[in-house]
């Protein structure tokens, strides 16, 4: 009777072992990664291009208003999506899939074109001192864009 007291007891502790091993990988799953937030991100172009207090604040104010101009533009082309894939599940619908493509495709230049003036916008509160920094922000703000290091939303939870 003690021999099967003592299996029963090692079966006991070989499943509560599991389970501990089981929870620690549940618990300690590794987070979504976060990239940083856009005013760290203008923190580091205030340090790149040595912008003064008044220059850091016409600098931040830019970028809201870039950012502004920008959120529009993504939400336009949020809504000329939507009726654009609907005909998948909607058969009936007709949709002008070319004027939509165009529309899109024109928001996207727009997009562009709007960063481009930002961008001179930002040339123009520097001082000749500055300038030579600018070439490096502009280094560095295309790696950023090229690459993708933009705010991401993590995928749908499940997907």
């Known amino acids: 009777m003690s021999q099967k007291k ?4 090692i079966i006991l502790g070989l499943v509560g072992l599991n389970i501990v091993v089981l929870a620690f990988f549940l618990l300690i799953k590794p987070r979504p990664q976060h990239h940083p937030p856009p005013k760290k991100f203008q923190s580091e172009v205030v340090k790149i291009l040595r912008l003064n207090e008044q220059q850091a604040t016409t600098f931040s104010a830019l ?3 870039h950012n502004l101009q920008l959120n529009a533009i993504k939400e336009r ?3 000329l999506l939507l ?3 609907e005909r998948l599940v909607d058969t009936s619908k007709r949709v002008d899939t070319d004027s939509i493509l165009n529309q899109f495709q024109q928001a996207e230049k727009e997009k562009i074109e709007v960063t481009y003036q930002h961008f001179q916008e930002i040339k123009k509160i520097l ?3 500055q300038l030579p920094d600018f070439e490096i ?3 560095r703000v295309t790696d950023r864009m090229l690459s993708g290091e ?3 939303s ?3 939870e499940g997907f």
Request: charge should be positive; avoid cysteine.
């Open 77 to 79: 082309q949020a809504k």
């Open 83 to 85: 009726p654009y894939f």
């Open 137 to 139: 922000f502009m280094k």
């Open 6 to 9: 003592f299996h029963i007891a």
């Open 63 to 65: 970028a809201d208003e």
């Open 154 to 156: 993590p995928p749908p």
């Open 127 to 129: 001082n000749k001192e």
């Open 150 to 152: 933009q705010k991401k």
